[in-house]
């Protein structure tokens, strides 16, 4: 057994699932030279929600906030997470933009791309595996762990081999949910290790109050990597803490190596900033507490909270408990994907559909239709052909890589933001995130001239800007 390395998220994972991604480069860049002296695996930094964040939250150009990083984290590989064919969105994009994509993440300093499929798909993956190896970069082929009448470690380990055999560097088991119990852990990462010849790392939310314990077990099996939070953006829906782990392992054969002073500095660092966003309202202390439902009706908390919502929306909190178990139904009729974005939302929203119009599948989502339709991909497990025509009548679903459907689109991209774009990254900043991007390159326009729009007349800015 070699040593443990530690993947650290606090600049991604952790304040996206604490404080709703709304961490500033401001408040990053004082700790980047600190965490690079760690000897960290890697710095998960970038992603979906933390690229959609700067542009709509805080006027920030993400592209400028990877550059930033890697200007002061010149020994420790960032890291970012992709999901797969729908790069930092929720829909398929044609080749020319993902490799685009993967192309310009890598010039701008990311190292190593995790990449997943919502269905683990692994022809969600292709294009983006293929683009990181030509790029020179390492792609991380990572699958949606989820527990389902069709999920074993058979499965997982199958599909783990495909992301191998397509040429990924290492493989990790992303529990986006916190389900993985420790010794369901350990046998995975057991069956994994002895499989595979490419470091495994492991992904959990403490969200259940298990992370601490799945990771234990997980080393004694294994695993090379693990992904934690340092403490003050740590646990609840975040990662297990970074010190803690640390100590944990420290003297025995999986020591990690790491300096717990140094981690403690960084600690110390951000302590601050954790107080900032709890007095703010947005560090919620309720999303600290374990909360084993998850583990109770394996529905994400994220999941959870957004059913709630809905059913607060529509006053019918009463059918509450009906649409908890409606959601493992439509999941068996959509052939048992797991839930994570974007599958969690389009389940969770055909539950409650089913439940309030007292009929099931009497309405149906676009969303549904184009899942059952194969537009997302192959399911883990065969549609009942039946279900298949319940929901598309005479449409015969596809059965081809959905992206190969897909004309390429840059040049269009590039001609309707041509008026405002600095920079070629503005092209892919706007394909992927069109209004939000929009805005900020308006306001990054106005300001050249002058008029600042955040200090401005609102109701006069709204003009301008609708
Ligand atoms: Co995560």
New binding site residues.
């Given amino acids: 057994m070699g040593k443990v390395r530690i993947t650290e ?1 606090i600049l991604r ?1 952790a304040h ?2 604490l404080i709703a991604t709304r961490m500033t480069t401001a408040e990053m860049l004082p700790a980047v030279e600190m965490l690079d002296d760690v000897g960290y695996n890697a710095l998960e930094c970038w992603g979906g929600a933390t690229f959609d964040a700067c542009l709509r939250f805080l006027n920030e150009d993400p592209w400028e906030r990877l550059r930033a990083i890697k200007k002061l984290a010149k020994k420790t590989p960032l890291q970012m ?1 992709l999901r797969g064919q729908n790069l930092l969105g929720y829909k398929h994009y044609p080749d020319d933009v993902v490799e685009y994509f993967v192309q310009k993440s890598i010039a701008n300093g990311i190292d190593i791309i995790r990449i997943f499929d919502a269905l683990n798909d692994p022809r969600n993956l292709e294009k983006a595996i293929s683009s990181c190896l030509k790029e020179g970069g390492h792609p991380q082929g990572c699958i949606s762990y989820t527990t389902s009448p069709y999920h074993n470690t058979e499965i997982f380990v199958n599909d783990a081999k495909k992301l191998e055999s397509m040429g990924v560097k290492s493989v990790c088991i ?1 529990d ?1 949910a916190g389900l993985l119990s420790p010794k369901d852990a350990y046998d995975l990462i057991k069956s994994l290790k002895s499989s595979l010849k490419v470091p495994v790392e492991l ?3 403490y969200t259940s109050g298990l992370g601490s314990m799945t990771y234990l077990r997980a080393i004694q099996a294994g695993v090379d990597i693990i ?1 934690t939070a340092i403490s003050p953006f740590s646990m609840g829906t975040s ?1 297990p803490p970074t010190e803690p782990m640390v100590a944990a392992l420290s003297g025995t054969e999986y020591d990690t190596g790491l300096d717990i002073k140094k981690l403690n500095e960084i600690a110390v660092y951000f302590r601050p900033i954790r107080e900032k966003y709890l007095e703010k309202g947005t560090l919620n202390p309720r999303m600290l507490c374990p909360d084993i439902n998850a583990l109770i009706c394996q529905v994400p908390g994220g999941m959870l909270s957004n059913l709630v919502s809905q059913l607060k929306q529509a006053g019918a909190m009463d059918k509450f408990d009906d649409v908890l178990n409606e959601v493992p139904k439509v999941r068996a009729d959509l052939g048992y994907p797991p839930l994570v974005t974007p599958t969690s939302q389009i389940i969770g929203s055909q539950a409650v559909l089913n439940v309030l119009s007292g009929e099931r599948y009497k309405v149906v989502t676009n969303e549904v239709k184009g899942l059952v339709a194969g537009e997302y991909g192959k399911t883990p497990c065969a549609i009942d052909p039946g279900f298949v025509k319940q929901i598309l009548g005479d449409k015969e679903p596809i059965t081809c890589r959905p992206a190969d459907l897909l004309e390429d689109k840059l040049p269009e991209f590039r001609r309707e933001v041509a008026g405002y774009i600095e920079k070629e990254e503005d092209v892919l900043s706007y394909a992927l995130f069109p209004k939000p991007a929009l805005e900020f390159f308006k306001k990054r326009q106005f300001k050249k001239y002058g008029y600042d729009a955040d200090n401005s007349d609102p109701a006069r800015m709204s003009g301008i800007m609708s």
């Fill in positions: 998220t994972d996206q699932s997470l992303k986006m992904h959990t939310h992904d990662q």
